[in-house]
């Protein structure tokens, strides 16, 4: 909350507090008038917890405005016409793992992947964000549109941190020092970044390479674009922005990026005729 109170006041911006409840799961034979009761009682308590939170001394002078949404998951509430015009979504994340985190994932794994705004995962958050080191990772060929102009009003709020491009170079998508070099000098440009540096990792997996070079620099916050992908092609390729999340220690900050151009490829096959 803390960190929340603090974003909001850095950019000006209206916070809005928001639980979902979750119905009984299917299976569960509770009767009708026990689930009624037992909602209320959940309702009560969500209230009074959102009063509570009201009185904290960091959100004085902050427009607040409370939200008790009845869902299946967190996710649902992309899906509110109310906050579709929201700037940033921050949560507190304890991650997931082993077995659990293989089949469900974490509640910041489900809402990365289905967000199309800025996303800020915290794990035991300082009272409080000091940006002095920020590592962005990308491959510098993505297109973050709008999102690029949020990363930097944010640091636009904080005092000249250093801002460490990252590409991690791995053996299945190696790409050469000469490659990358001039694209990530291109990048830098096209959004007219400023106190930044140039960084290659080397690494099996950039999950691997991100991490240890993000604890290497002591870095404040990690930053890195997310494409969103769903179904299948989830299920194939993952996201490293929500194992990253997932994982990571330190702040996690997820942009959208543009649609991926999927080409269309066209199979001509001759089957030989013998005679």
């Known amino acids: 909350m803390p960190v929340a109170a603090q974003l909001a006041r850095l950019l000006n911006a209206e916070l809005h507090l928001i639980h979902v409840l979750s119905p009984v799961m299917p299976g569960f034979t509770i009767p009708l008038h026990n689930a009624n009761e037992q909602y209320r009682q959940s309702v009560t308590l969500i209230e009074q917890a959102f009063d509570e939170l009201q009185t904290m001394h960091c959100l004085s002078g902050i427009r607040v405005q409370t939200h008790l949404l009845t869902g299946t998951e967190p996710g649902d509430l992309l899906d509110d016409d109310r906050f579709s015009d929201a700037d940033l979504l921050v949560m507190a994340s304890a991650g997931a793992t082993g077995l659990a985190g293989a089949l469900m994932g974490s509640n910041a794994e489900h809402l990365i992947q289905r967000a ?11 009272a409080l964000l000091d940006l002095k080191t920020v590592v962005f990772a990308s491959d510098f060929h993505d297109h973050y ?10 640091l636009g709020g904080f005092e000249k941190p250093i801002l460490h491009l990252l590409f991690v170079n791995t053996i299945s998508r190696f790409v050469p020092t000469h490659e990358i070099r001039p694209r990530m000098e291109a990048f830098a440009a096209r959004y007219a970044l400023s106190d930044y540096t140039f960084n290659q990792q080397d690494e099996f997996d950039v999950e ?68």
């Open 145 to 154: 549109n709008e999102s690029i102009d949020f990363l930097k009003s944010l």
């Open 116 to 126: 199309k705004l800025p996303v800020l995962v915290l794990k035991n958050p300082s």
């Open 208 to 275: 691997t390479g991100l991490l240890a070079f993000a604890q290497d620099k002591k870095a404040d916050l990690i930053v890195l674009g997310t494409h969103g992908r769903r179904g299948l092609r989830h299920l194939l390729q993952g996201s490293v922005a929500e194992d990253v999340a997932n994982h990571s220690l330190i702040p996690v900050l997820t942009l959208p990026l543009q649609a991926e151009h999927i080409p269309i490829v066209l199979l001509d096959v001759v089957v030989p005729t013998l005679i």
